[in-house]
């Protein structure tokens, strides 16, 4: 089983950025699709940026251009590099870790706050 843990969320005046990171634990990390979701009070959690094990990346349309999302499997770790931040972005940011059929463990997430 993987375990993962973020960390990096915190308040943020809006233009400015942030980085999150997701540390994992166990040896198949490498084989996992990560992901970063998000949940603002009142709303459903949503997808933000996606990465599988291959280093193929996708995004929602609200992120595009100014989150990157990006993986270091020598050190299991996955990272939300956020810049441009608006207010809109405030949320609980969860890191989730995904094989078909064998994996999907998520952290208790960290929140973002974009605000002046």
């Known amino acids: 089983q993987v375990q993962v843990v973020e960390s990096g969320g915190g308040l943020v005046q809006p233009g400015g950025s942030l980085r999150l990171s997701c540390a994992a634990s166990g040896s198949i990390f490498i084989f996992a699709s990560m992901g970063w979701y998000r949940q603002a009070p009142g709303k459903q959690r949503e997808m933000v940026a996606g990465i599988t094990a291959g280093g193929r990346t996708n995004y929602a349309d609200s992120v595009k251009g100014r989150f990157t999302i990006s993986r270091d499997n020598a050190k299991n770790t996955l990272f939300l590099q956020m810049n441009s931040l608006k207010p809109e972005d405030t949320a609980v940011y969860y890191c989730?870790?995904?094989?078909?059929?064998?994996?999907?463990?998520w952290g208790q997430g960290t929140q973002v706050t974009v605000s002046s």
């Open positions: 989730n870790a995904r094989i078909v059929g064998k994996l999907d463990s």
